[in-house]
């Protein structure tokens, strides 16, 4: 459900920034929730150049992304990111209960052709806590937890399963509109990265089609699949609807059409997963 995050800086400039930054020396941080394989350093004037993306020229787009992960700050393994988070509420522990007890997470659970992951826990906490839904949007009586991710292999479709909370709400008892069209976008876009070269892709259009109110304090999936291909284009569907019980039909609550794009400037970035 993730895309990277772009500013307009030249590769030049940008190492230009980050050699200034190990001249002066960073502001350290600590955060809590890291692992050795995520270390923090002293790179906080770095973090944020990175964290927020640049449109990279050239050789500036690896070596930023080298020197992240030469600090520890590397993406964790889809395997990993099953086992990083820990619910420490009672909110969360019962969502985490729900999904996992669930029969259609059992159903995708047993099928070889899908790789489950849990994609905000990929990222280092660093990293994450500038992500709007890795990080803003992350927490108690929000996205509860973060969604399970089952994604086909060659970006050919993708199902996501999470818990929303009473506090992202429009109108009281509803969750706002916008939430569920970044889930579609994040969700959409994420389903056809493998369809792509280099595995990343930026959304051109995205149309939203809001079936019914999603009810607050609901589990929802995200079903997504990659409809049409050319080039650096992908063309794709999905739908979020109500996690339904065995032998009931799901109720559908929004509907999109995205079109994605890889830019050019990715044949400069190492791929990542």
Same mark, same amino acid.
């Given at each position: 459900?993730?895309?990277?995050?772009?500013?307009?800086?030249?590769?030049?400039?940008?190492?230009?920034? @980050?050699?200034?930054?190990?001249?002066?020396?960073?502001?350290?941080?600590?955060?809590?929730?890291?692992?050795?394989?995520?270390?923090?350093?002293?790179?906080?004037?770095?973090?944020?150049?990175?964290?927020?993306?640049?449109?990279?020229?050239?050789?500036?787009?690896?070596?930023?992304?080298?020197?992240?992960?030469?600090?520890?700050?590397?993406?964790?393994?889809?395997?990993?990111? !099953?086992?990083?988070?820990?619910?420490?509420?009672?909110?969360?522990?019962?969502?985490?209960?729900?999904?996992?007890?669930?029969?259609?997470?059992?159903?995708?659970?047993?099928?070889?052709?899908?790789?489950?992951?849990?994609?905000?826990?990929?990222?280092?906490?660093?990293?994450?806590?500038?992500?709007?839904?890795?990080?803003?949007?992350?927490?108690?009586?929000?996205?509860?937890?973060?969604?399970?991710?089952?994604?086909?292999?060659?970006?050919?479709?993708?199902?996501?399963?999470?818990?929303?909370? %009473? %506090?992202?709400?429009?109108?009281?008892?509803? @969750?706002?509109?916008?939430?569920?069209?970044?889930?579609?976008?994040?969700?959409?876009?994420?389903?056809?990265?493998?369809?792509?070269?280099?595995?990343?892709?930026?959304?051109?259009?995205?149309?939203? %089609?809001?079936?019914?109110?999603?009810?607050?304090?609901?589990? !929802? @999936?995200?079903?997504?699949?990659?409809?049409?291909?050319?080039?650096?284009?992908?063309?794709?569907?999905?739908?979020?609807? !109500?996690?339904?019980?065995?032998?009931?039909?799901?109720?559908?609550?929004?509907?999109?059409?995205?079109?994605? @794009?890889?830019?050019?400037?990715?044949?400069?970035?190492?791929?990542?997963?």
């Amino acid at each position: 459900m993730f895309s990277r995050q772009h500013i307009g800086r030249t590769g030049r400039q940008l190492g230009r920034s @980050v050699q200034r930054s190990w001249a002066e020396g960073a502001q350290r941080r600590a955060y809590a929730s890291e692992t050795p394989n995520a270390k923090n350093g002293g790179f906080g004037r770095i973090l944020r150049l990175a964290a927020f993306g640049a449109a990279f020229g050239g050789a500036g787009a690896a070596a930023m992304w080298q020197t992240m992960t030469s600090r520890g700050m590397g993406f964790y393994s889809d395997e990993a990111s !099953l086992t990083r988070f820990i619910a420490s509420d009672e909110q969360a522990r019962m969502a985490e209960e729900t999904i996992n007890a669930h029969p259609l997470v059992a159903e995708l659970r047993a099928r070889s052709d899908l790789t489950e992951s849990r994609p905000h826990m990929k990222m280092p906490a660093s990293y994450r806590q500038r992500s709007l839904t890795g990080g803003a949007l992350l927490g108690p009586n929000r996205l509860v937890v973060p969604p399970y991710l089952w994604l086909e292999a060659g970006g050919r479709s993708l199902v996501a399963v999470t818990y929303v909370g %009473d %506090d992202l709400c429009g109108h009281p008892g509803i @969750v706002h509109g916008g939430f569920l069209a970044t889930m579609l976008d994040e969700g959409l876009a994420h389903c056809c990265f493998g369809a792509l070269p280099h595995n990343i892709a930026v959304t051109a259009n995205l149309s939203i %089609d809001y079936r019914k109110p999603t009810p607050a304090g609901s589990f !929802l @999936v995200l079903r997504a699949q990659t409809v049409k291909v050319e080039g650096r284009k992908a063309w794709v569907k999905g739908h979020i609807e !109500l996690l339904a019980k065995p032998g009931e039909k799901p109720t559908i609550l929004a509907e999109a059409n995205g079109l994605f @794009v890889s830019p050019k400037y990715a044949a400069m970035l190492p791929r990542m997963s």
